[in-house]
Nanobody, 116 residues
Framework: VQLQASGGGLVQAGGSLRLSCAASGSISSFKDMDWYRQAPGKQREFVAG????????YYADSVKDRFAISRDNAQNRVHLQMNNLKPEDTGVYYC??????????WGRGTLVTVSS
């Protein structure tokens, strides 16, 4: 199963964007689905995710109450609704599908730029 992220763009601080991750197959084939981001000059970091077998969503402290991850099983998509964006949210956003062990599938990223 392959993953492809989309929906990035340029937005002013305080604005919103909705990212989508399209899977070529069922997202239930993954153990977990996550969004990561990588800011210029920084390491890739976890943003939000969930285990496909459960109902809880998990968020990095920096995005709690501003971002919401959701799943669309019918469309095999995972979305990331990002509200009240800040310049520090700028980066390339990647979706990741976790597999057994430490294996994972990563999609190509989508660039989010938040201007102040």
């Amino acid at each position: 199963v392959q993953l492809q992220a989309s929906g990035g763009g340029l937005v002013q601080a305080g604005g919103s964007l909705r990212l989508s991750c399209a899977a070529s197959g069922s997202i239930s084939s993954f153990k977990d689905m996550d969004w990561y981001r990588q800011a210029p000059g920084k390491q890739r970091e976890f943003v939000a995710g969930f285990f496909t077998s459960g109902g809880n969503m998990y968020y990095a402290d920096s995005v709690k109450d501003r971002f919401a991850i959701s799943r669309d099983n019918a469309q095999n998509r995972v979305h990331l609704q990002m509200n009240n964006l800040k310049p520090e949210d700028t980066g390339v956003y990647y979706c990741k599908g976790g597999l057994a062990g430490s294996r994972a599938v990563w999609g190509r990223g989508t660039l989010v730029t938040v201007s102040s």
